[in-house]
């Protein structure tokens, strides 16, 4: 899923299909950078993604920046609980 400012949420879509729009963002729409994002279970899939799409397809030419980050809500039940965030940051090299 991605949205206007170049966000995409990883979850649970194939793989490669999170690969691909990275990609695209920086090779049909020319984005200066992207942002990949994921909660929970789907944070080393992204980091997958962002290796991925970085080193294999487009060639090194993105540097990363990682946040890191929890946020604390109510689930079905009530309980308050805790899930852990990432945000990497490709952008393109200067």
């Known amino acids: ?7 995409i949420f990883v979850g649970n879509k194939p793989f490669m299909n999170y690969v691909t729009a990275v990609v695209m963002q920086f ?17 080393s899939k992204a980091v997958d993604v962002a290796e991925v799409a970085s080193k294999r397809f487009l060639d090194n030419i993105v540097e990363s920046d990682v946040k890191i980050d929890s946020e604390e809500f109510k689930n079905e ?10 945000e990497i940051t490709l952008s393109k090299k200067k």
């Open 1 to 7: 899923m991605t949205t206007a400012d170049n966000s």
């Open 77 to 86: 039940e009530g309980k308050e609980i805790r899930v852990s965030s990432i």
């Open 27 to 43: 090779t049909t729409k020319n984005a200066e950078s992207v942002i990949v994002k994921a909660r929970g279970k789907f944070i």
